[in-house]
């Protein structure tokens, strides 16, 4: 079962800052968020992903909160092509089982 | 190869007939993982392997389905006597046998089932 709460839809204006939000509220010490993003009819692709300390790559940052129970994912600048559904996920960091579990995600549209 | 490669991209088959997915995993890593997805669904958690073995195959929603893998590279999903419900989008992924990494999914292949 998904462990995060994502709000089902966001608008962002093209060129404009996006932070979609995730609520991870159980997270164990010993699991990573995770960020990927699903534009239509693609497999799901890989953003960002940290365990305690802010991230950023060429595509994203991810903002994690002190307490580890919620993040945001920043795309600083927001085009056309960032329409997707993105995905919030937590994962263990050590163990015998690294399996990815999706929810449902948050659809994001970037409107002109 | 440089990314997850998934074979067939497309698969229509008729009710009751056995089908194999093929997936070949980027080199070197040694966790697999399947996920089928349903038209307008979310992604659904069939089985993993780290290496040859599975120790989560959970998701597996019938005796129908199983998986193997071999030399701890490509996978083979087969759904055997085919059913119009198991029309959907098979993905698989693959990530370094560790915690901290990053997981790299296919294109996918689009089954339909008539």
């Known amino acids: 079962d998904a462990k995060t709460t994502q709000p089902p839809s966001m608008d962002c204006a093209e060129g404009r800052a996006a932070n979609l939000p995730c609520n991870h509220s159980t997270i164990s010490g010993n699991e990573y968020v995770y960020w990927y993003r699903q534009i239509h009819s693609q497999g799901p692709q890989y953003i960002i992903h940290g365990l305690k300390n802010n991230e950023t790559n060429e595509m994203a940052s991810l903002i994690i909160t002190e307490d580890r129970k919620s993040s945001t994912l920043i795309l600083p600048h927001a085009t056309l092509r960032d329409t997707a559904v993105y995905y919030c996920?937590?994962?263990?960091?050590?163990?015998?089982?690294?399996?990815?579990?999706f929810g449902k995600g948050t659809l994001l549209t970037v409107n002109p | 190869g440089a990314g997850v490669s998934q074979s067939p991209s497309n698969k229509v088959t008729e009710k009751g007939k056995d089908v194999e997915l093929r997936c070949d995993p980027i080199?070197?890593?040694?966790?697999l993982y399947w996920y089928r997805q349903s038209l307008g669904q979310g992604l659904e958690f069939l089985i993993y392997?780290?290496?040859?073995?599975?120790?989560?195959k959970s998701g597996l929603p019938s005796d129908r389905f199983s998986a193997e893998r071999t030399g701890g590279s490509v996978s083979t999903l087969t759904i055997q006597r085919t059913q119009q419900e198991d029309s959907a989008v098979y993905l698989c992924a693959s990530s370094f046998g560790q915690g901290g990494t990053e997981a790299f999914f296919g294109q996918g292949t689009r089954l339909t089932v008539v």
């Open positions: 996920i937590v994962r263990v960091s050590s163990g015998s089982n690294y399996k990815l579990t």
């Open positions: 080199s070197g890593h040694t966790a």
């Open positions: 392997f780290q290496g040859n073995s599975a120790p989560d």
